[in-house]
């Protein structure tokens, strides 16, 4: 998918998880399988795993493709920035057709990789990243950041210069 595309996806389906924030409620389950395309708009559904927005931990939630590295750790985490981090995963995909690691745990190997490399050296690894504007690069670094204390918010994310620059 293109960069235009994947972005334009991107900024409605932050739009309603940004509502859901704002209202203290986490998703807990964003996937590419979980939004859908209505009229000509991307829609997230599937909240049977959306909860209050408070810290939490123990249970592995979501599908393994976007389980943020805290929840794989089984670490106390914030599922708001969780939800940011697989929002970044279903960027990576549609801009790679690929998913970025099969599990973010330290026993991965990929995952391993990313960790010391980053996700922009993954990106250019894989070729990608000529294709896309520097904005863009930083959008999906900053979603993907491992650590949940650095991740972009969702508010940071609708407001980041990579839409204006790709959707105009």
């Excluded at 979501?62 to 805290?70: I, Q, T």
């Excluded at 995963?89 to 391993?112: H, N, R």
Aim: net charge positive; proline share 3%.
């Amino acid at each position: 998918m293109s960069c235009m595309n994947a972005l334009s996806v991107l900024s409605q389906v932050a739009a309603g998880l940004a509502f859901l924030h704002r209202h203290g409620i986490a998703h807990r389950d964003v996937s590419l399988e979980n939004i859908m395309l209505h009229r000509g708009r991307c829609k997230l559904g599937d909240f049977g795993l959306a909860t209050r927005a408070r810290r939490a931990g123990g249970r592995h939630v979501g599908k393994k493709y976007y389980m943020a590295p805290e929840i794989v750790a089984g670490d106390l985490y914030d599922p708001k920035a969780a939800d940011v981090w697989s929002l970044g995963i279903v960027l990576f995909i549609m801009l790679t057709g690929s998913p970025l690691v099969s599990f973010a745990s330290t026993s991965v190997k990929s995952f391993q990789a990313l960790k010391q490399a980053g996700i922009a050296t993954v990106l250019e690894s894989w070729d990608v990243a000529r294709a896309m504007p520097a904005s863009a690069l930083h959008l999906v670094s900053g979603m993907l950041e491992i650590d949940p204390n650095k991740r972009l918010t969702i508010d940071q994310v609708l407001d980041h210069d990579a839409f204006a620059e790709c959707l105009g």
